[in-house]
DNA sequence: GACAATACCTATAACTGTAAGGTATGTCAA
DNA sequence: TTGACATACCTTACAGTTATAGGTATTGTC
């Protein structure tokens, strides 16, 4: 019954890769980097999280896959498909939404 | 293994609720019904969400609760504590954290 | 007198992300 | 050259949060 802290984010996840995957290629090791590196820590998302995720988003089409060897290093790149694109799309609207309505309800003190 | 549609956000039910109640005094039912109204449906938190939420705020002394009856009715009147004040602004705070690392993750487009 | 709306409550299921493990390769210093 | 560390990937078990779906009781309305 106890609730933690920090407030945690559903789905967000989700809308931050398919954002970052529809700028360039990148591999999953760099965007969970790049998700902490980019917010500060604000946001950081684990292994367990990013890797089930893109093998999701991989099954539903959303983003295709390619193995590729970069500095010796064999990588999984993961690039956005025009359904994600879409998908991204959608995301994006629904959280303006949400935090639009939330911003709303907290009033000017949330400025 | 299915990822549902709508964006949740863990810990937003608490940051509302006490944001209202530091408006002013409120009932359950119409706690509910407000967030429902504020955000035209926008964000919608059932019963089983919201009452479970309101015992343990008043467990954490972040609320204190008093029964009235008002237009022939008997409610539990919630209002916020000084502790739950300072809960308030710790959540203000993390939510603002947690947008600003999204919005410049999400860049312009994300306006 | 029936039915909807109000007002409260709880148990359970479902979903999401964390924690904590694992493998394998490459780099660099001692 | 070996030991440590970073990179790169993966999975399972668990914990926290919200939704679903039920329940009770009272009040207002047709």
Same mark, same amino acid.
């Given at each position: 019954?106890?609730?933690?802290? =920090?407030?945690?984010?559903? $789905?967000? =996840?989700? %809308?931050?890769? %398919?954002?970052?995957? +529809?700028?360039?290629?990148?591999? $999953?090791?760099?965007?969970?980097?790049?998700?902490?590196?980019?917010?500060?820590?604000? %946001?950081?998302?684990?292994? $367990?999280?990013?890797? =089930?995720?893109?093998?999701?988003?991989?099954?539903?089409?959303?983003? +295709?896959?390619? #193995?590729?060897?970069?500095?010796?290093?064999?990588?999984?790149?993961?690039?956005?498909? =025009? #359904?994600? $694109?879409?998908?991204?799309?959608?995301?994006?609207?629904?959280?303006?939404?949400?935090?639009?309505?939330?911003?709303?309800?907290?009033?000017?003190?949330?400025?």
């Amino acid at each position: 019954m106890k609730k933690t802290n =920090p407030i945690f984010l559903n $789905g967000v =996840p989700e %809308l931050l890769v %398919l954002r970052l995957l +529809s700028r360039r290629e990148m591999y $999953g090791y760099q965007i969970i980097e790049e998700i902490r590196a980019q917010t500060r820590e604000t %946001l950081s998302f684990g292994e $367990g999280c990013i890797y =089930p995720y893109l093998h999701y988003l991989e099954a539903e089409k959303l983003v +295709s896959s390619r #193995r590729r060897e970069v500095d010796g290093r064999s990588r999984n790149y993961y690039k956005l498909t =025009p #359904r994600g $694109g879409k998908r991204l799309d959608e995301l994006t609207t629904e959280w303006k939404r949400v935090t639009t309505g939330i911003s709303s309800l907290m009033g000017e003190q949330y400025a």
